[in-house]
């Protein structure tokens, strides 16, 4: 593990052994007010991780009935009509994409563990931490509210203009409470800036941080300095609709397209909040399992900044149809294949750390490979999509549905749920049944891919996006994609079972069950309150293993006499 220094009594319990953890109820507050008013970063953390899997499961069970309504082809014999199918592809694309997949990681898991990897005993502002908490609940709520009211939004979740104006339907409270979202995004963001500056543990430089604060850094510039841009955006839709003002509505003067690029402007950064946590915990996961130091760790952290960056400057190729100047779809689709190089490098480094290494095939470590394998699909599609050429077909088609969810489902859920079978035993102290996880990562791989590959396809031959019918031609390849969405809602059920009865009922682990040697893995399972009785000194980087060094000669073991 990473050479420590540690005061008398170790890191994460008194030598008396009266430190408590954070799950055992020590405050003035009593039973569910003890969770809801604790500014423990811990304890946020798992409230987090409640409220994100309570919509991450309505989200899924929209898109089921999605599914469901293509399985026949024309207008007879279906579930929804046209409107009520343009509803639940927004509230679809709503909740997975600002109530589950933004704050996914950042939230649940960033706030749990960033303090301990830095070895600080809680973020910059637990208050401010609370707070954020607070917002996306109420922001969460605003949106579902939009349900029973006036009708359900049926934008899609980019509340398009000049149609998000013109519909009678009731956007204004859901743009609202995606606004509100956005401050718990921002305030989230600023609060692990603060924290990453100004409370590392001593010796703790920059280049000792592990990979997945690096992510998190990446990630927090990311929510702060973009998230603003999406919050005005959705208010003058807002303004727009209640006022009347020409901003977005040509009829009145204003401009479509400026909403575009103000929209796209935040939400194509946004893909990169979605997916650079999840490659923080890759390298997290790849370190751990392969026994060896990160192959290239300053070019995996600058990396991680490089796509933060470029990320900023990549929005236009959304509107290669839009109307765009030749010379910005140019600029634009360049500057689309240069953020595919800072990717590479991540995937290059996470494959170079395992050649020869001691690979350890559990189960954090076999998402990571689907991790790998899905993500590069998606990478690979999105280059089609950047090309202009391909890109006026593929447009507005099925190949972007499957494309965008091999990225965001594809990358970042399924290394989420690694990241749960990797995290999972420190947070509760218990163990799920690993063979049972196996097979539940077999079923969602061969599910997913049932449900998206066909996709591709179907874009590919030129059906539209968001249609709630088709032509019978498209026919076979809707059914596979039917029923491959089964299939992943079955490998979920097993999945979730499996880590939810392994945390009341799976059998007890020590502090380190991985091996693993960044600062988490050194105090106990479940961890104490304030992470750290003494303060660590850190003096190595942080997947320092010495068994992997040349030369490297293992101490004698003394054998009893």
């Known amino acids: 593990m990473a050479e420590i220094a540690i005061e008398p009594g170790g890191l994460g319990a008194s030598p008396n052994g009266a430190s408590h953890n954070y799950l055992e109820n020590t405050g003035k507050h009593k039973g569910i007010l003890a969770w809801i008013l604790s500014t423990d970063h811990k304890r946020i953390g798992i409230l987090y991780m409640i409220s994100i899997f309570t919509f991450f499961a309505v989200g899924v069970s929209l898109g089921f009935l999605m599914r469901?309504?293509?399985l026949v082809p024309g207008p007879q014999g279906k579930i929804f009509d046209a409107q009520q199918y343009n509803a639940l592809f927004t509230l679809h694309g709503v909740i997975m994409m600002f109530m589950f997949v933004i704050p996914g990681i950042p939230a649940t898991l960033g706030n749990f563990f960033l303090p301990i990897q830095i070895g600080a005993k809680d973020v910059a502002f637990p208050r401010i931490n609370l707070l954020s908490w607070y917002l996306y609940v109420t922001g969460a709520i605003i949106v579902l509210c939009s349900l029973f009211w006036r009708g359900l939004p049926d934008t899609g979740?980019?509340?398009?203009?000049p149609y998000s104006i013109r519909t009678a339907t009731n956007v204004t409270l859901a743009v609202f409470g995606v606004f509100v979202l956005g401050f718990s995004s921002i305030l989230t963001g600023l609060n692990f800036l603060t924290t990453i500056h100004r409370m590392r543990a001593p010796g703790m430089s920059w280049?000792?941080?592990?990979?997945?604060?690096?992510?998190?850094?990446?990630?927090?510039?990311?929510?702060?300095i973009a998230t603003p841009v999406l919050a005005i955006t959705l208010l003058l839709i807002a303004i727009e609709r209640v006022f009347h003002v020409g901003i977005f509505n040509p009829a009145l003067g204003g401009d479509p397209v400026l909403y575009q690029h103000l929209f796209w402007i935040y939400s194509h950064p946004a893909v990169y909040i979605m997916i650079l946590p999840p490659m923080g915990v890759v390298s997290e996961i790849v370190a751990t399992f392969s026994h060896r130091t990160i192959f290239g760790y300053k070019m995996v952290a600058m990396s991680s900044l490089a796509i933060a960056f470029i990320g900023y400057l990549v929005w236009g190729h959304h509107m290669f149809v839009a109307g765009e100047t030749q010379t910005a779809q140019f600029v634009f689709s360049l500057l689309t294949f240069l953020v595919a190089i800072?990717?590479?490098?991540?995937?290059?480094?996470?494959?170079?750390?395992?050649?020869?290494?001691?690979?350890?095939?559990?189960?954090?470590?076999?998402?990571?490979m689907a991790f790998i394998i899905l993500f590069s699909i998606g990478g690979l599609t999105g280059l089609i999509l950047g090309s202009l050429a391909t890109d006026v077909h593929l447009t507005g088609t099925y190949f972007v549905?499957?494309?965008?969810?091999?990225?965001?489902?594809?990358?970042?859920?399924?290394?989420?749920?690694?990241?749960?079978?990797y995290w999972l035993p420190k947070m509760f102290g218990r163990m799920y049944n690993k063979k049972v996880a196996n097979w539940a990562l077999g079923i969602l791989f061969v599910g997913f891919n049932?449900?998206?590959?066909?996709?591709?396809?179907?874009?590919?031959?030129?059906?539209?996006?968001?249609?709630?019918?088709?032509?019978?031609?498209?026919?076979?390849?809707?059914?596979?994609?039917?029923?491959?969405?089964w299939v992943l809602i079955t490998g979920l059920i097993i999945m979730f079972w499996n880590l939810i009865r392994g945390i009341f009922k799976g059998e007890k682990c020590g502090a380190n069950p991985w091996g693993g040697t960044t600062l988490e893995w050194s105090i106990p399972s479940i961890p104490p309150t304030e992470n750290f009785e003494h303060v660590p000194v850190v003096t190595h980087e942080p997947y320092y293993h010495p068994e992997a060094e040349p030369g490297f000669v293992a101490e004698p073991v003394p054998v009893a006499k």
């Open 450 to 485: 049932m449900l998206y590959f066909p996709m591709l396809l179907l874009g590919y031959e030129g059906m539209p996006r968001r249609y709630f019918t088709y032509l019978p031609k498209y026919e076979l390849l809707q059914h596979i994609s039917m029923v491959g969405s």
């Open 68 to 70: 469901l309504e293509m």
């Open 157 to 161: 979740w980019t509340f398009y203009v």
């Open 207 to 224: 280049f000792r941080m592990p990979l997945f604060v690096w992510a998190l850094y990446a990630n927090g510039w990311i929510q702060v």
């Open 401 to 421: 549905v499957g494309h965008f969810h091999y990225i965001i489902f594809g990358g970042g859920v399924f290394i989420f749920f690694g990241a749960l079978h």
């Open 342 to 368: 800072p990717s590479g490098i991540k995937v290059f480094n996470w494959v170079a750390t395992m050649y020869k290494g001691s690979i350890d095939l559990q189960p954090p470590f076999l998402f990571l």
